[in-house]
Nanobody, 114 residues
Framework: VQLQASGGGLVQPGGSLRLSCAAS????????MAWYRQAPGKQRESVAT???????NYVDSVKGRFTISSDTAKKTVYLQMDSLKPEDTAVYSCYMHIWGINYWGKGTLVTVSS
């Protein structure tokens, strides 16, 4: 199983970006999908999670601005990021829990700056 993330880049404060992460391989079901981020000098934190039943959770700092969604048929998880702030600058990594195993995608850099 491999996870391929895309969609990072440079955006001005108040702007939007959409991250995508697609899983490839022999996958029958995905229990949990999530996005994590790690800012320079800080620990990695969970940004948003979505379960196979559609339950979502967000870190307080992104509530109301970020939306996690998934397309199970495409084995893809998305993170729509609106009203971006400079403090959202970080490397964002996707995560999937598949058949009891944790998988991580390569991070994608999001830079929020004017």
């Amino acid at each position: 199983v491999q996870l391929q993330a895309s969609g990072g880049g440079l955006v001005q404060p108040g702007g939007s970006l959409r991250l995508s992460c697609a899983a490839s391989g022999n996958i029958f079901s995905i229990n949990v999908m999530a996005w994590y981020r790690q800012a320079p000098g800080k620990q990695r934190e969970s940004v948003a999670t979505i379960t196979s039943s559609g339950t979502t959770n967000y870190v307080d700092s992104v509530k109301g601005r970020f939306t996690i969604s998934s397309d199970t048929a495409k084995k893809t998880v998305y993170l729509q990021m609106d009203s971006l702030k400079p403090e959202d600058t970080a490397v964002y990594s996707c995560y999937m829990h598949i058949w009891g195993i944790n998988y991580w995608g390569k991070g994608t850099l999001v830079t929020v700056s004017s």
